[in-house]
């Protein structure tokens, strides 16, 4: 089990918007950790895609949106393509645990 | 530009250990974090640690505990992980990462497979 919980998967028509949610706690985010989302295509490493809870890397499409509030954080992607359909995972840090913890990851599925 | 590569991938027995390196360029070494990443078959991320490339200081997982060492040689840039008392469950894709916590990890090495079996 993931410190963060995220959706094992989610799934969206080509255009459409999803997002993905990553649920923490008190020791985690809700203890004011920022969050950083990864998208991770088939048998590469991961990429950064949001950094701080909602800021994009140079190079990184503004579909791409993060937020955060109270113990949790979503990740949302706009305008769907298929190049999109990946593993996504949030990041954060946990002062029970002193150390990072990553989310389960959540397979995006374009239909 | 940045690049961290990692070495090739290894094959080991149930008990040994194994030394993943992670070379660094395109930046000044010692002005980022190192953090080290697995991830098994099918499975999501894990953290293993991270370390300081000013200073040396570590911080390891505390599933890890005792099993890893993370050491780095600015002479070369490099850094390096190792993992002792291999275990099947330790067969996994080991990547090094630049960055901490704090700002998330924005260059990834390519990823080193090890795979321990008897």
């Known amino acids: 089990q993931s410190v963060l919980t995220q959706p094992p998967s989610v799934s969206g028509a080509p255009g459409q918007r999803v997002t993905i949610s990553c649920t923490g706690s008190?020791?985690?985010?809700?203890?004011?950790?920022?969050v950083h989302w990864y998208q991770q295509l088939p048998g590469t490493a991961p990429k950064l895609l949001i950094y701080l809870n909602s800021n994009r890397p140079s190079g990184v499409p503004d579909r791409f949106s993060g937020s955060k509030s109270g113990t949790s954080a979503s990740l949302a992607i706009s305008g769907l393509q298929a190049e999109d359909e990946a593993d996504y995972y949030c990041?954060?840090?946990?002062?029970?645990?002193?150390?990072?913890?990553f989310g389960g990851g959540t397979k995006l599925t374009v239909l | 530009q940045v690049q961290l590569v990692q070495s090739g991938a290894e094959v080991k027995k149930p008990g040994a250990s194994v030394k993943v390196s992670c070379k660094a360029s395109?930046?000044?070494?010692?002005?980022?974090?190192i953090s080290w990443v697995r991830q098994a078959p099918g499975q999501g991320l894990e953290w293993m640690g991270w370390?300081?490339?000013?200073?040396?200081?570590?911080n390891y997982g505390q599933n890890l505990q005792g099993r890893v060492t993370t050491t780095i040689d600015t002479s070369t840039s490099t850094a390096y992980m190792e993992l002792r008392s291999l275990r099947s469950d330790d067969t996994a894709v080991y990547y090094c990462?630049?960055?901490?916590?704090?700002?998330?990890?924005?260059?990834w090495g390519q990823g080193t497979l090890v795979t321990v079996s008897s």
């Open positions: 395109g930046y000044t070494f010692t002005t980022y974090d």
């Open positions: 008190s020791s985690n985010i809700g203890a004011g950790y920022d």
């Open positions: 370390i300081s490339s000013n200073n040396g200081k570590t």
């Open positions: 990041q954060s840090y946990d002062s029970s645990l002193s150390g990072v913890v």
């Open positions: 990462a630049r960055g901490g916590y704090r700002y998330g990890y924005d260059y």
